[in-house]
T-cell receptor
């Protein structure tokens, strides 16, 4: 199977600070990456995606960075809010298959 | 727009019993996925349907797990007989197409506990 891992299983940040969640992927053939947010008791929710021909993509308060040289993906959340507390997963897609990472639990401290 | 519906939300059974989960995808979505999410891990794809046909079931333990999507809409996932290691959340997702770039929308999941 594929290996999609996260560097840190837990992350605590102060409300208002920026958060950075990292992800390492293993398949150099992966050409599309997605970040999901999963709140307790809910299914994963799409946050942002990026194709392998891009290095950076920005959304509302979120930015995804892709470094294909070292097979590294990161999710940056600006001005983190209590509602951002959740588990964040990256997923890589070689072809049309989906492989999710283990997840990082983000806790926002008020 | 209604989201992906799943039932039941919770299920507790004893090992060797049978259990079935139901999923109703978003209207118009051709592709339906079943995932298994063990506590502390990311979702793992069990099976992917395109309309009523199976696209990928390579990670489905076929000796005990089965799934169907007879009319290309609703789907059921069955486990018979259940093992302790089947305790997990079973997530259903749907997308408009089966392409990786087509966003998957997840249901709330069914939390299964096997005793």
């Amino acid at each position: 199977g594929e290996s999609v891992g996260l560097h840190l299983p837990t992350l605590s940040v102060q409300e208002g600070d920026n958060s950075i969640i990292n992800c390492a992927y293993s398949n150099s053939a992966s050409d599309y990456f997605i970040w999901y947010k999963q709140e307790s008791g809910k299914g994963p929710q799409f946050i942002i995606d990026i194709r392998s021909n891009m290095d950076k993509r920005q959304g509302q308060r979120v930015t995804v960075l892709l470094n294909k040289t070292v097979k590294h993906l990161s999710l940056q959340i600006a001005a983190t809010q209590p509602g951002d507390s959740a588990v964040y997963f990256c997923a890589e897609t070689p072809g049309n298959q989906f492989y999710f990472g283990t997840g990082t639990s983000l806790t926002v401290i008020p | 727009e209604a989201g992906v519906a799943q039932s039941p939300r919770y299920k507790i059974i004893e090992k060797r019993q049978s259990v079935a989960f139901w999923c109703n995808p978003i209207s118009g979505h051709a592709t339906l996925y079943w995932y298994q999410q063990i506590l502390g891990q990311g979702p793992k794809l069990l099976i992917q349907f395109q309309n009523n046909g199976v696209v990928d079931d390579s990670q489905l333990p076929k000796d005990r797990f089965s799934a169907e999507r007879l009319k290309g809409v609703d789907s059921t996932l069955k486990i018979q007989p259940a093992k302790l290691e089947d305790s997990a959340v079973y997530l259903c997702a749907s997308s408009f197409t089966g392409r990786a770039s087509s966003a998957q929308y997840f249901g709330p999941g069914t939390r299964l506990l096997v005793l």
